[in-house]
DNA sequence: CCGGATCCGAATCGATACTG
DNA sequence: CAGTATCGATTCGGATCCGG
């Protein structure tokens, strides 16, 4: 089952076969989070048929891009190589590029804790992040914990319960907790200040000052 | 014919849904280079069935991505918009990644001027462009003619004859003129050097001093 | 020649069922 | 948990055809 070529002896041709087939590269999205397991991976891809999972897996080992991984106790995971790690800051560059380009959910469509937690990485900012912030953001049954200290983002999965190879929990509580939904674009993109997005009920804050919201919508931009 | 959805609500599921459809992106890199007519591009994909590369333009067309433009004189171009073209980053960061796992042609692989370019573009190094550099490359019956000044890069296509939209063709003669092949990519990693890239009839000097290939060298490399 | 549209067989994908 | 197997639906590929 060698991938259909493109009869071109080209750089961009090669990666496009490799990782560009259908839901490849949404299987590498979920990988930039952690390593997951074949279920993981199905349940954070709801509608990929199960067949096509063990096809792209198959075939993302064959490029290097992923590896199984045997775990200790029992099970096992696949995870990114080192290889289809730098592919990050190219899966990144495509959701902001994406990005300005979500209309409205469309029917059935659904929020992961893998991409919400892809959608965060997406629309952060280091270069502005020289304070922190600590918070946790609800959207429909998904809950992260995200933190920024030191310039860097990390967020952890707190519902659904993570994978067992997933982050440690934080201890202590969140600065802010809020919940939200599909109109948060208009935040992460300007469009609404912070104030508006909490009368509009885009955003409700559950805790904490909700003037940490100014700072979250300074740390999360995506713009045109 | 909605592109079929993944059935998720993310920037980089949107991003993938509008351009890694079969032949998209190919597509997108061909445009990248200039705008080009339907028949350039189908010249420039010898193996996309024409049905295809209809729908992909009208998909494109409708993602925002392309633009279809009448000529002054007649006939019509296709070319990005301002949005489309900021795939450029993205699919140049493909081509260095996609580089490393290039093996050798397969059969019937084919170099076409816009793919050579790209790859030109994807291996050039502007941080180490401070002086200038005006070559030549020939690979089987594509001739680039490129110029690095300023510490920018400019291809002008010689052969085949370039779209009539193209780059106007350059006055003077270039400094270093040279024929290769597919094992130039042992030069661009660095496996080989110039004068072994020689020697081993992978790089053939046509004209110039030998020397200005370890200035090439310099500029174009992409590295693990 | 340009810019497609149409037709049809081949390959892939999607949904579901099933298994070690 | 980690996949195969099966089979109909969809898309792709290759060729041909058509209007300007």
Redesign the pocket.
Known sequence: ????S?GQYCGITTAIELVT???ALLIVRDLLVGPR????L?QGLP?????????R??ELQEGGVIR?VP?AR?????ELTDYGRELEPIVLSLGRWGFRSMGEPREGDAVTADSLTMALRTAFRPDLASSSLDFQIQVGPVELRARIAGGELTVVQIAPPAPPVGGSLPTGEPELRFATGPDIRHLISGKLTPSEAVEQGVVTILKGNPKLLDRFAELFRIEA
Do not use: F
């Open positions: 089952m060698a991938a259909r493109y087939e259908r839901w397991r074949y279920t993981d199905k509608k990929i048929p199960t067949n096509i999972l063990s096809a897996l198959k199984r775990l029992c099970g096992l995971v696949y």
